[in-house]
């Protein structure tokens, strides 16, 4: 089993920055894609940002040129750095990991939410 613990959500002014991080733990034994989702008020969820296990990223087209996806493999933690935010923006953002654990079975697991709001 793996459990993902997301941090960096928070209240921000339009324009602002927010920085996402989101720390994998558990019987790990390899890490695929990682990726960032957000559900709004009475909207479904949505794929924010995705990196691959070789680095390949791809975003939603409404957050291109403003959110990066990194990932650091060592420490098995992705991040969503969020600049120039909009009002829209403000949603839950899930992390999300496809994981091979040390009993070699992959399982895409889910952390439980951090709280992203854009407001003035």
């Known amino acids: 089993q793996a459990q993902l613990v997301e941090s960096g959500g928070g209240l921000v002014q339009p324009g602002g920055s927010l920085r996402l991080s989101c720390a994998a733990s558990?019987?790990?034994?390899?890490?695929?894609?990682m990726s960032w989702y957000r559900q709004a008020p009475e909207k479904e969820r949505e794929l924010v940002a995705r990196?691959?296990?070789?680095?390949?990223?791809n975003y939603l087209d409404s957050v291109k040129g403003r959110f990066t996806i990194s990932r650091d493999n060592a420490k098995k933690t992705v991040y969503l750095q969020m600049n120039s935010l909009k009002p829209e923006d403000t949603a839950v953002y899930y992390c999300?990991?496809?994981?091979?654990?040390?009993?070699?079975?992959?399982?895409?697991?889910w952390g439980k939410g951090t709280l992203v709001t854009v407001s003035s």
């Open positions: 990196i691959t296990d070789g680095s390949f990223r």
């Open positions: 999300n990991m496809v994981i091979k654990n040390t009993a070699r079975a992959m399982t895409d697991y």
């Open positions: 558990g019987s790990i034994f390899t890490i695929y894609d």
